[in-house]
């Protein structure tokens, strides 16, 4: 078989026409693509919605009557036409799943014209629409498009799974005859061949075997991945890549190869800033690699539709497990709509059923009212397309029906003082397995531009859901709503079309929350959940620091003068592999060595300014008699009590205060971060990679702009605009003038052409530049 991309060089038109099928002059473009580039906030959304034309002029070489010619689309939001030579060949209902349509006795050698008119409605006749969805959809072709040659009889899938001992391979052919064919497959590692089989068999009906092996088994720490490659009568079909692993569930926890695994993680939506949800692989690889690297997940759900392939092959490659789940929120439509559902749910277990990151299938509408009928067919068909894997049904709903092999509940009750979790009991039998799907999300919005103690807020109520989950019996994991903000409809988020629910902004730049999540993991963080600025906080008064960190001690400093050593107390969050570290003595024994009390005495004056200050200035009946007692004995005025609070609690007349935090393993210090007051500005960058290649299609680049001052703080309060300019073969997405948001911006750069590109950003009179390399891939 011979694949081809086909993702250069298209002819775009928007809105389409009916002759454009036999030809138009319009924009040229590439594929991913958006029909309609909409900003960041405040933007009508309808208008994607809408009839778009694109068009693609391909060659063919001279091909034999007994081969089969295709076009393969890996996602085109949300309804196709497609045609070639002006004739059409088929169509797609559904903007999540791939489809390939047959255009063998339309096609000639030589120059062929490929039309696809999309059509970018919400129709109600199809997943998710219908009724209110709480994210957007966007529009175009924007995952990639292929063209395929094969022989009359072709391998269409090849389906791999096993445990321990022995591999289950299904071989599903397209054939239009019953002849028997002459099929070798070959399974390969890094380090070369590994098994090799021979066996023949008709194409027209599946076939089935099963072969003992001694492969790796994949696990989140172990990713081992293998390559198996299929010949029919000595030619090559598509190559795929699997992992080996065995999954099961009880009411407690969930195993992978036998191991439990607590499932801690975050929902995700595939959408990015300006192109909704046009991007190639590297964009959807770097998600993964946020998820799993900076964010110390185990588990990400993809929320409410079957992600990019691309995302699901880094998930693979980093051991990072996904929920996949059908396109859908909360409405269930008439049969046509359950039809289309079905065709969604058959196509994405097919899909993903190489990929051994994919550990449960969403069977269910997310958040939709029980139907018992509709989903005991969904599950049936789940589990007739793939019964290794265990499914679920993303529910809000107390005792409802459970028809799939997890209880999966997304579970709002936390306000911020109540208990982080639901008791399971109150929603679901006990030996349920039960996963709960969502948390916090829109019960406490929060951007990165909010005030200290809301940002703190923020990552206190995730702290205390993932504590819950971790400190209830039967809860085999959590997924926190959500990665970062989105896109979505007016009917929900903020009134800029943005739902601010992430722990990270759109733009992928972190809040305090995503330190929650960070010091889960297993890479050494440290994050000071403080800028340490008393006018930051309510009445001036800086009660504590929270302090983000998988390190098993701080310890402070305040202008070069040791302050403490500090480790986790057992009262915070105690159920949490690496609670924080709750920092609430800022003295030390400053008082005991600049003041002339006894060193008993000073620690005693040290508790009550704390009390004192804990207390919002309301001296309880014990510390007044302790401050007068002190008083008398060491003849204080009270003017210096007085001073005693504003200069050891307020910190008032030092030329400037700087905290230094050093986080240690085995009195080592690994990590150290800087927090106070300096005026200095600096402004960085950073670039996602600075290597570009140009593949199947264009690459991009993550570039963040972060402004800062001399101890490395970011300047979350600051106005400031930048001016982006590009210079080479790079376009940028989005506009040259963007404003900082927390000290912190992100945008993305794509590839025009190889050669060199720079990169520079200009704001407050200051400068960062940087340097790309563009390259063809060999």
Known sequence: MIKKPLNFDWTFKTPAASEDVHGFSGQSVDIPHNAVEIPQDYFDETAYQGIHSYQKTFSLEPFSKKQRVFIAFEGVMSCADVYVNGVKIGGHVGGYTAFMVEATQHVKPGENRLYVQVDSHERPDHPPF???VDYLTYAGIYREVALLVSEQDFVERLLIDGDASNLHIAVHGNAVTDAVHALELTIENEQGVVMHHRFETSLSAPHQLTLPHQLAMWSPENPVLYSAKLSVDGIMQQPVRFGIRTLRVDADHFYVNDTPIFLRGLNRHQSFPYVGYAMPWRAQAEDAELLKHTLGCVMVRSSHYPPSRHFLDRCDELGLLVFTELPGWQHLGDETWKAHAMEDLRTLILDGYNHPSVVIIGTRINESQDDDAFYEKTRDLAKSLDSTRPTGGVRYIDKSTLLEDIYTYNDFSHNGLTPGLKKKRLVTRKDHPYLITEYNGHMFPTKATDDEPKRIDHARRHFTVLDAAYGQKGVMGALGWCMFDYHTHQDFGSNNHICHHGVLDMNRNDKYAAAVYASQGTQDTLNVLSMMHLGDKPGGALKEAIVATNLEEVVVYKNDTLIGTYRRHPSDWPNLPHPPIVIRDFIGQQIEAQ?????????????ALIETLQRDLNMTLRTKLLIARMMLKYKLKYADIVRLYTRYIGGWGEKSTVYRFEGRRDNETVLTVYKGRDETLNLTM?????????????????????????????AVYSSAVADIICEGPLHLIGPSTIAMQGGIQSFWVRTLAAGTATITVRSRGLEAAKTLHIRERD
Do not use: H, M
Not at 595 to 607: Q, V, W
Not at 694 to 710: F, K, M, P, Q, W
């Open 686 to 714: 950073d670039l996602s990679t600075d290597q570009l290649i140009i593949g199947d299609t264009y690459d991009v680049a993550r570039v963040r702009v972060t402004l800062s001052n001399g101890l490395g703080e970011r």
């Open 130 to 132: 219908g009724g209110v």
């Open 595 to 607: 003041e002339p009390f006894s060193k008993k005495d000073a620690r005693k004056i040290k508790a």
